[in-house]
Nanobody
């Protein structure tokens, strides 16, 4: 089993910044991908950014240039720095560790509103 513990999130005004962090523990398999997904009101859960254990990062087009994902493989943590936030970024953000198995965090709310 793998446990994912998220931190960060909250309420921020448009143009502001937030940082999300996720720590994995347990029987972590490799290779794997670790990243962030979000579910906005009325929409399906979507990929935001992901970092492979091989060191490659990928982003959704909507967040490129604004969000930066980083990963510390030695500590099994992944972080998401979110800048220039927009109201459309509002949603529940989930950490995910996946590969031959898939695990999700409990989710953390991000609200971008004035």
């Amino acid at each position: 089993q793998v446990q994912l513990v998220e931190s960060g999130g909250g309420l921020v005004q448009p143009g502001g910044s937030l940082r999300l962090s996720c720590a994995a523990s347990g029987s972590i398999f490799s290779p794997n991908l670790m990243g962030w997904f979000r579910q906005s009101p009325g929409k399906q859960r979507e990929l935001v950014a992901v970092f492979s254990s091989g060191g490659l990062a990928s982003y959704a087009e909507s967040v490129k240039g604004r969000f930066t994902i980083s990963r510390d493989s030695a500590k099994d943590t992944v972080s998401l720095q979110m800048n220039s936030l927009k109201p459309d970024d509002t949603g529940v953000y989930y950490c995910r560790l996946y590969g031959r198995l898939s695990y999700w965090g409990q989710g953390t709310q991000v609200t971008v509103s004035s």
